[in-house]
Nanobody, 118 residues
Framework: QVKLVESGGGLVQVGGSLRLSCAASGRTFSSLAMGWFRQAPGKEREFVAAINWSGSSSYYGDSVKGRFTISRDNAKNTVYLQMNSLKPEDTAVYYC???????????WGQGTQVTVSS
């Protein structure tokens, strides 16, 4: 089983950018599809983006399409989420998971907090 650790969150102003990282342990990372999800206070967890094992295919949730980009570096066992043009509604805890499916139900890691201030 792969272990995932998210990082890169923080406080950013509206319109700013952040890049999240998800580091994976284990030798199977390069064969895994990966996804990012988020959960805002009082809301259900939401699908953000997913990428296939090679990085050749990805898709996004409607609320982040055109602003966020998912990518991966299999040599570094890491998947990234570049977030641009951030909005207050992007404030959430962001989680990565070894899945390509938007209806993934867990388990989840500790996540990384992103706060967008206006």
């Amino acid at each position: 089983q792969v272990k995932l650790v998210e990082s890169g969150g923080g406080l950013v102003q509206v319109g700013g950018s952040l890049r999240l990282s998800c580091a994976a342990s284990g030798r199977t990372f390069s064969s895994l599809a990966m996804g990012w999800f988020r959960q805002a206070p009082g809301k259900e967890r939401e699908f953000v983006a997913a990428i296939n094992w090679s990085g050749s295919s990805s898709y996004y949730g409607d609320s982040v399409k055109g602003r966020f980009t998912i990518s991966r570096d299999n040599a570094k066992n890491t998947v990234y989420l570049q977030m641009n043009s951030l909005k207050p509604e992007d404030t959430a805890v962001y989680y990565c998971a070894a899945t390509y499916y938007r209806d993934y139900g867990g388990p989840w890691g500790q996540g990384t907090q992103v706060t967008v201030s206006s």
